[in-house]
């Protein structure tokens, strides 16, 4: 057992890439707490992992709220003693144009992928670096590549990668293994409950979702990626071009990401 108890704490973990890193690291000997918005899927959640004979807690919180983080990293040290590696991985996407897009829901998505992404490794960081242990954040390849319709994801996903960049380098002297994750298109429910230009969920992913990586794949690959502390993992062979391609002929990639977008189903481009 490879994280045999070590205490994991995971955002946003009752579904998708979260559970599945809830499972990957607690089949490992993790201890692990999970965060959701929703006490029935927490429930869920948090029934499956002990049922796998996971020591697994759950914590109702929004990973927007300051409040809320600050005591999902008290009920950490409480329960389990020690965070070891936190998971930042709470989020949510959003699909409309910027021209129709409501501020709120701008607001709404730096909240979540942003600024809980800001909290929870504020409230952690101290444990963290006593155990010389890992923060983990879950960005995209939109971190790396903004796509039309989806400018307060990418905004917050950029601020996501920019914030772990200056904090690894702050804490790379002490012990602290910051890995920054870009899964690529992965099968989860991240573009099913996407915001549209009014905040209303979108409700159907425009895109195929069995022909994605998922999300146990992701995890397992978060799992081995922790082990060797290696500082990014971008995923899937389109998401190592996407990011390869807008390095280095960023202007060819402008048509590419508007082509793409253009082709979706029930595409915003008129």
Partial sequence: MKFKNKVVLITGATSGIGEACAFAFGKEGAKILITGRNQAKLDDSLLKLQQAGIDAVGILADAGSEEDNKRMAEAAIKHFGKIDILINNAGISMRALFEDLDLDVFRKVMDTNFW?????TKFCLPEIIKNKGSIIGISSINGYRGTPART?????????NGFFESLRTEVMKRGVHLLVVAPGFTASNIRNSALTADGSVQGESPRDEQKMMTSEEVADAIVTATLKRKRDLV??????????LNKWMPGIMDGIAYNHMAKEKDSPFK
């Fill in 152 to 160: 307060a994801y990418t905004a917050s996903k950029y601020a996501m």
């Fill in 235 to 244: 995923l899937t062979r389109q998401g190592k071009l996407a990011v390869f």
């Fill in 116 to 120: 809980g992404t800001v909290y929870a």
